[in-house]
């Protein structure tokens, strides 16, 4: 293949970033170039799966990462749902908001149900892509074998993890997704306890050990970066898996218009580090040049609000936060000092404004 | 009808024989049935299966109680005295062990047939599986069968060389029983 | 053709005349076999399917759920333990009306820990919507597994071929399998209407409220009841194919006149014929029940009418009520006239063999008049402690 990079144009030499768009997204196209051939795949990204109307909380996070992913992956795909928010606020017949075949089974086989359209497709010889969608409780928790499985049986589907960290569908129970400390109403804090006394899960860790072809976290806050985690995958032939940060406004009590914010403050804590994992292993993460501190990301949301009380209990659950949030800024060289830091602009450099840029809300 | 049971242990085929008992009566034109009388059974543990032969449809899905003869396929289950419970009167058992016949048939006041099933089968398939030998010398006693349906039965199961060794154990087996010796049983 | 085959062999072969799409399953004792032969044509390329090897039989349903959601003729099997952990998925794919086969290869439910059979499995799941067929015989099993792929699709309706384990699942017998093209030319393609198509976006499996439910329960009640006729009608066109019935909802036997009648499900049935044709045996009328779900009150209260008595043999109980058969044949007839005296027996539960002397021994129970309505009948109470008798 010769090297797609154009010379003369504004299209930045690095090799390596070049060969990683060529990868991750449309390869760059030279000024004058025949134009490349559109496949129906490259047209979907303006693609809405998911309609608008739909009966989400106002600032659903789960609503637009869901939207975000329809739209890069659509319309020659079919929804494996698993139950919980986005299958509830979608459909409640007679109406649903989805424009591709779209099905519901029950709360934890979400998996085995896509591994058995995609048995059809492979059967069919049709090349639909197989799309499975779960919640944290559903991904984490209580369908956590049927996703094993379907990674093991390497089924070509695209597994789609909207991770609010909560069972938010029943009213904000803890899952093994709840961050330490955070308040559930099965978690919550009181004289005896500071909300949730175990760790978050680490998912990636283990659907990387499957090995599969790639995996990868995103985050609402992050668009682009998202979408083209959506398109990488649907390129791939193979089980495919994407956690994607979605805050929850009822569940995180954090207000409407806040959804944006407070998943890059996530994100530029350290907490929930965007990465990408290829048969297992790191290929690549969004750097966050200067962390901000954890305090920061938790000072937005009342379930973390009994970690600023006058408690010395609150300060040694915030210091803890704080050292899992170094952990990951340790482990993926997420202040980009590493010597090929994959994207350069990172994470700070990707902000759109909202209430609290523009000095205070 | 006639009815057999097999007893043997875990690994040695008790179940097999039974089918091929069951696959010879169909090669023969008969109705027929075989089944094990499954336990949580491991390698080496005693094992039952039963059969029917019959020239109508056979209904009963009862395990065999009474059975006109007895296939037993490892000589350390003579220990168990109740091995030959229910057998018919004028019935017959044949063993695959090296003992004297006539001690074994004197113990359990029946008529008794033992060979040495294991060498012989070592001897032709180079493996210590009694089953087709048993069966050739019960038919050969008993002249249910023709020996050629259990050739037929062993060629629906067998090909190359294994079927050919098979083929001539039946024969070798069949010389070792008094053709028709057992033959007037099913009007006892 | 005729072969000898064992019942689990027979049933993958009778699969394999189907062309699934789809097949997927977790091996269970006592189904073991035909997940195993059904491996080994795919292995020997006499089978081409996509075969999902799961992780569990929860996922074995939901698969073939995807599958036939997706437009593909699904195939699975199960007993015992399987059929449970599957349940949630059983009812999921009734109530989404997805058509479907699968064969359970009945087995006691744990604990304690029985491997062997009777009907607590699929009677467990007898609520899920589901149509529930049993077989007597290997034959029955495979002329009604390749039926219930026709009834599946004609009604919209998963269909449950019951067989019983070990005692047809184990066992060799002679088995007349149909050729392919017979198969073919009686066996239309597999056509879903709802089925996932992204040129015909559907959503299905939506959450419905209060609004519709009643009535979207109401529509599956009618799809059984209208189930039954379709049920005879597919027996009464393979018998114009093939030759030989499988018993449409149920089939009445022996001596039409007698004032005695027994009912049974499954294997028992070939037992019960053997005794009944033991000379010098007490005339009775026997009455095979083969569509347990939906369930034929009709068929049933024109087959027990002009009884006196009437014994509903049962390999399931619900503990504290009784039988689960004979409290159904209670509800069936209760309320019309002319209608016999039940005398409910459970038999061999967890594999206690049924001896060739059933018959004679319920017909003689019948005069024990101080008998209770229900009764395990081949338990020997001298085994329990005093207090659990």
Same mark, same amino acid.
């Given at each position: 293949?010769?090297?797609?990079t154009p010379?003369?144009?504004s299209m930045?030499d690095?090799p390596?970033?070049?060969e990683l768009r060529r990868k991750?997204?449309r ?5 004058g170039a ?6 129906p795949r ?6 809405r799966?998911l309609e608008s ?5 106002q600032g ?5 990462a869901?939207r ?5 992956a659509?319309?020659?795909v079919?929804v494996?749902?698993?139950t ?6 979608t459909?409640t017949?007679p109406?649903s908001a989805?424009?591709v075949p ?6 934890e086989?979400?998996?085995a149900v896509?591994s ?6 492979k ?9 499975a ?6 991904t984490?928790?209580?369908g956590?074998q049927t ?16 991770d609010?960290?909560a069972y938010?569908?029943?009213g ?8 330490h ?5 099965t978690?919550?804090a ?9 760790l978050?899960k ?7 050990a499957?090995h599969i072809?790639y995996a990868a976290? +995103?985050s609402? *806050?992050?668009?682009?970066? =998202?979408?083209?985690? %959506?398109r990488?995958?649907? #390129? ?5 898996f994407?956690?994607?940060?979605s805050p ?7 207000d409407?218009?806040?959804?944006i914010e407070v +998943?890059?403050? *996530?994100?530029?804590?350290? =907490?929930?580090?965007l %990465?990408?994992l290829?048969? #297992?292993?790191?290929t690549n ?10 305090r ?8 973390f609000?009994h ?5 010395p209990r609150a ?5 803890h936060l ?16 590493a010597e090929d ?7 700070a450099?990707?902000?759109r404004?909202g209430?609290l840029?523009s000095?205070?809300? | 009808?006639i ?7 875990g690994g040695q ?11 010879a009566?169909f090669?023969?034109g ?10 949580a059974?491991?390698?080496g543990a ?11 449809p056979?209904?009963?899905r ?5 059975p006109?003869y007895?296939?037993?396929?490892d000589?350390t289950?003579?220990?168990?005295e109740?091995?030959?419970?229910g ?5 017959g058992?044949?063993v695959?062990?090296?003992q ?8 359990f ?6 060979v040495?099933a294991n ?8 493996r210590?599986i009694?089953?087709a030998?048993l069966?050739?010398?019960l038919?050969?006693?008993t ?5 050629d349906?259990?050739k037929?039965?062993?060629?629906k199961r ?5 079927l050919?060794?098979?083929?001539k154990?039946?024969d070798?087996a069949?010389?070792?029983?008094e053709?028709?010796?057992w ?6 | 053709?005729?072969e ?15 062309k699934p799409?789809v ?9 073991t076999?035909?997940v ?7 292995a020997?390329g006499d089978?081409?399917?996509e075969?999902?090897s799961?992780e569990?039989?929860?996922s ?8 036939a ?10 007993a015992?333990?399987g ?5 949630e998925?059983l009812f999921n794919i009734?109530?989404?009306?997805i ?5 359970v ?7 304690p820990?029985?491997?062997?059979n009777?009907h ?8 899920s919507g589901?149509i ?5 015989s290997?034959q ?7 039926q219930?792929?026709?009834?599946a699709q004609e009604t919209d309706?998963p269909?449950?071929v019951?067989m ?9 017998e002679?088995?007349d ?6 198969v ?7 056509v879903f209407?709802?089925a996932l ?14 609004d519709?439910f009643?009535?979207?329960?109401h ?5 059984m009841e209208?189930?039954l006729p379709?049920?005879?009608a597919t ?8 030759g030989r019935?499988c018993?449409g909802?149920?089939?009445v ?11 049974a499900?499954?294997?028992t049935?070939?037992?019960?014929r053997?005794g009944m044709?033991?000379?010098g045996a007490?005339?009775?009328r026997l009455i095979?029940?083969r ?5 034929p009150?009709k068929?049933?209260?024109?087959a027990a ?5 009437l ?7 619900s503990p504290?009520?009784g039988?689960?058969?004979?409290l159904?044949?209670a509800?069936?007839l209760?309320g019309h006239p002319?209608m016999?005296?039940l005398?409910n027996?459970a038999?061999?539960l967890?594999g206690r063999?049924?001896?060739?002397t059933i018959?004679?021994?319920l017909?003689?129970a ?10 395990v009948?081949?338990?020997?109470l001298?085994?329990l402690?005093?207090?659990?008798r």
């Amino acid at each position: 293949m010769s090297d797609p990079t154009p010379s003369g144009s504004s299209m930045p030499d690095n090799p390596r970033l070049a060969e990683l768009r060529r990868k991750h997204g449309r390869p760059p196209q030279a000024p004058g170039a025949e134009p490349p051939q559109i496949t129906p795949r490259d047209s979907q990204p303006r693609f809405r799966g998911l309609e608008s109307g739909h009966r989400a909380c106002q600032g659903c996070g789960e609503a637009l990462a869901a939207r975000l992913v329809m739209e890069s992956a659509g319309p020659d795909v079919m929804v494996s749902n698993a139950t919980g928010c986005l299958e509830v606020f979608t459909t409640t017949w007679p109406q649903s908001a989805w424009r591709v075949p779209w099905i519901h089974s029950l709360f934890e086989n979400a998996s085995a149900v896509a591994s058995g359209m995609e048995a059809a497709m492979k059967a069919k010889g049709k090349n639909t892509k197989v799309l499975a969608f779960g919640g944290d409780g559903s991904t984490y928790d209580i369908g956590f074998q049927t996703l094993s499985g379907m990674l093991e049986r390497q089924h070509n589907v695209l597994y789609v993890c909207y991770d609010n960290e909560a069972y938010m569908n029943t009213g904000v129970q803890r899952s093994s997704s709840t961050p330490h400390a955070a308040a559930t109403t099965t978690s919550p804090a009181g004289k005896e306890r500071m909300g949730k006394r175990h760790l978050k899960k680490d998912l990636l860790s283990i659907i990387a050990a499957h090995h599969i072809p790639y995996a990868a976290a +995103a985050s609402v *806050a992050y668009p682009q970066d =998202l979408q083209r985690k %959506v398109r990488y995958a649907m #390129g791939i032939e193979g089980p495919t898996f994407l956690v994607i940060h979605s805050p929850c406004p009822l569940g995180w009590k954090h207000d409407s218009c806040l959804t944006i914010e407070v +998943a890059r403050r *996530a994100v530029e804590c350290g =907490l929930f580090p965007l %990465v990408e994992l290829e048969r #297992g292993a790191v290929t690549n993460v969004m750097p966050i040049r200067k962390p901000r501190p954890v305090r920061d990301y938790l000072e937005l949301q009342g379930r973390f609000r009994h970690l600023f009380a006058e408690d010395p209990r609150a300060e040694e659950e915030q210091a803890h936060l704080q050292a899992l949030a170094d952990h990951n800024i340790a482990t993926f060289g997420l202040t980009g000092d590493a010597e090929d830091p994959a994207d350069t602009g990172g994470a700070a450099l990707v902000h759109r404004g909202g209430p609290l840029a523009s000095g205070g809300f | 009808m006639i009815e057999y049971r097999i007893h043997g242990r875990g690994g040695q085929g008790s179940v097999s024989a039974a089918y091929l008992l069951a696959s010879a009566a169909f090669e023969a034109g008969r109705m027929c049935q075989a089944f094990p009388a499954f336990g949580a059974e491991r390698r080496g543990a005693p094992v039952t299966a039963f059969v029917r032969t019959d020239d109508k449809p056979i209904e009963l899905r009862a395990q065999v109680r009474r059975p006109h003869y007895l296939i037993v396929q490892d000589d350390t289950l003579l220990h168990d005295e109740a091995i030959t419970a229910g057998l018919r009167p004028g019935g017959g058992m044949v063993v695959n062990s090296a003992q004297d016949s006539t001690e074994v048939s004197a113990h359990f006041g029946c008529r008794a047939l033992c060979v040495p099933a294991n060498a012989l089968a070592v001897e032709m398939i180079g493996r210590p599986i009694p089953n087709a030998v048993l069966l050739s010398v019960l038919l050969t006693l008993t002249g249910d069968l023709p020996l050629d349906a259990l050739k037929s039965a062993l060629a629906k199961r067998f090909s190359g060389k294994v079927l050919e060794g098979n083929l001539k154990m039946v024969d070798r087996a069949a010389k070792m029983a008094e053709v028709g010796a057992w033959k007037e049983n099913e009007d006892a | 053709m005729r072969e000898a085959l064992e019942g689990s062999q027979a049933i993958a072969r009778a699969v394999t005349l189907c062309k699934p799409d789809v097949v997927a399953a977790y091996p269970i004792t006592p189904q073991t076999h035909i997940v195993e032969n059904l491996s080994e044509l795919v292995a020997e390329g006499d089978l081409h399917t996509e075969f999902v090897s799961v992780e569990s039989e929860f996922s074995a349903a939901s698969v073939v759920l995807g599958a036939a959601a997706a437009g593909a003729r699904a195939y699975t099997a199960s007993a015992s333990q399987g059929v449970l952990l599957m349940a949630e998925v059983l009812f999921n794919i009734a109530g989404l009306r997805i058509p479907l086969v699968m064969t359970v290869a009945n087995r006691a439910v744990s604990g304690p820990l029985s491997i062997w059979n009777d009907h607590a499995d699929s009677m467990a799941v007898r609520d899920s919507g589901w149509i529930q067929l049993h077989c007597v015989s290997n034959q029955e099993a495979v002329d009604t597994t390749i039926q219930a792929f026709r009834i599946a699709q004609e009604t919209d309706l998963p269909v449950m071929v019951c067989m019983d384990g070990f005692i047809l699942t184990h066992v060799m017998e002679p088995i007349d399998l149909p050729e392919q093209s017979e198969v073919d030319a009686w066996l239309p393609p597999f056509v879903f209407d709802r089925a996932l198509d992204p040129s015909d976006p559907k959503s299905l499996g939506m959450m419905v409220t209060p609004d519709y439910f009643p009535e979207i329960r109401h529509a599956h009640h009618a799809a059984m009841e209208k189930a039954l006729p379709v049920i005879e009608a597919t027996d009464r066109d393979w018998e114009a194919s093939f030759g030989r019935a499988c018993g449409g909802l149920l089939t009445v036997e022996g001596d039409a006149g007698a004032r005695v009648g027994i009912l049974a499900m499954g294997s028992t049935v070939g037992t019960l014929r053997a005794g009944m044709a033991e000379p010098g045996a007490a005339p009775a009328r026997l009455i095979t029940l083969r569509a347990f779900r939906p369930f034929p009150a009709k068929a049933l209260r024109d087959a027990a009418r002009g009884l006196d008595h009437l014994i509903v043999i049962d390999r399931a109980i619900s503990p504290g009520a009784g039988g689960v058969v004979g409290l159904e044949v209670a509800a069936a007839l209760a309320g019309h006239p002319d209608m016999p005296r039940l005398h409910n027996h459970a038999l061999g539960l967890g594999g206690r063999d049924i001896p060739e002397t059933i018959y004679a021994d319920l017909i003689a129970a019948i005069e024990d008049t101080d008998a209770p309505g229900f009764s395990v009948f081949d338990a020997d109470l001298s085994k329990l402690a005093p207090e659990d008798r």
